[in-house]
């Protein structure tokens, strides 16, 4: 992997920090500058940047559908928020004691959010997603790839077999489509490019000894099956390019910025932990780590 894991704290403040979808998220006025009506209820309009921050908001599950598959539903949701809405301003719930409580809250999360996230913005530059990415090519060590593909079988004799056919000038990858069991055989039995360290050390000694273009000799035992195998191509891995990496090295930089700023925030704020009992907590770092004995 081209980044090391990051704490599992870093993960949670990045899910927030990227709750809305993207960093450098056009402003709300910019956004509904280029919005088209997609309903009105009682003359009010409901426009499509509302309904696409919806579909932003639906679980994972539901997103990967699409936003053509869900629209009609969607929308439909949209139109009766409205309507209980109108309805509730209506009976003039707006000065409602718990609605303002609730307006509160969704108003602190919000502003928390958009502070973070201008921040973030505003400290990432070319420059330093350009250094991120150099510091990553200085410190991402090199290693040979093989590209290889298999034919893999449950028996010894099977695979004596398979090389008769190969032998016989039937191609690899037609041999591989009728006679493999493994889930690769479908794409004439293509693994893609892969490291020693990622395959059982049997495959790896036999693909990575021979050259590009051969077929292994005699059949390879592993703790799934025999295997005849196939070098394609052999080639020394190095970062991807620049601009293909650019939103994950974003990404990544965001994370170490957002615990900049928490951090800063933390030292500048006298806080105060207490247990459900009104008792005083020590600071996080003094507690015992319960994970250790």
């Known amino acids: 992997m081209l980044f090391r894991a990051l704490p599992a704290v870093i993960v949670a403040i990045a899910a927030f920090i990227l709750a809305t979808g993207q960093l450098a998220a056009q ?23 509302h309904l696409l921050q919806a579909f932003q908001n639906l679980p994972r599950k539901h997103r990967q559908r699409g936003l053509r598959a869900v629209y009609g539903e969607l929308l439909e949701q ?30 602190d999360q919000i502003v928390a959010r958009v502070y973070l996230n201008r921040l973030i ?36 004799q099977e695979s004596r077999e398979v090389l008769k056919l190969l032998a016989g000038g039937q191609p690899f990858e037609e041999v591989a489509k009728t006679h493999s069991k493994d889930p690769a055989a479908s794409r004439g039995g293509d693994l893609g490019y892969f490291r020693s360290s990622d395959m059982v050390k049997p495959f790896s000694a036999a693909a990575f000894a021979m050259k590009p273009g051969e077929t292994s000799a005699s059949p390879v035992k592993t703790e799934f099956g025999w ?47 207490f247990t459900l009992d009104g008792q005083p907590l020590p600071p996080p770092s003094a507690q015992q780590n319960p994970t250790k004995k």
Do not use: C, M, W
């Open 227 to 273: 295997h005849v195998i196939k070098v394609e191509d052999r080639r020394q891995s190095s970062v991807p390019p620049f601009e293909r990496v650019r939103p994950q090295i974003a990404r990544d930089l965001s994370r170490r910025i957002a615990i900049e700023i928490l951090n800063d925030a933390r030292n500048g704020a006298d806080i105060q932990r």
């Open 121 to 156: 913005s505003q400290s990432i530059t070319d420059i330093k997603l350009k250094a991120r990415y150099e510091e990553l090519v200085k410190n991402t060590p090199s290693h040979v790839e093989v590209r290889a593909r298999h034919i893999l079988v449950s028996t010894e």
């Open 27 to 49: 402003s709300v006025r910019d956004r509904l500058a280029k919005d088209v009506v997609v309903a009105t209820i009682n003359g009010e309009q409901i426009l499509s940047g």
């Open 78 to 107: 949209l139109i009766e928020n409205r309507l209980l809405t109108y309805h509730g301003r209506e009976n003039n719930l707006s000065g409602d004691a718990e609605v303002k409580a609730l307006v509160k809250e969704a108003e």
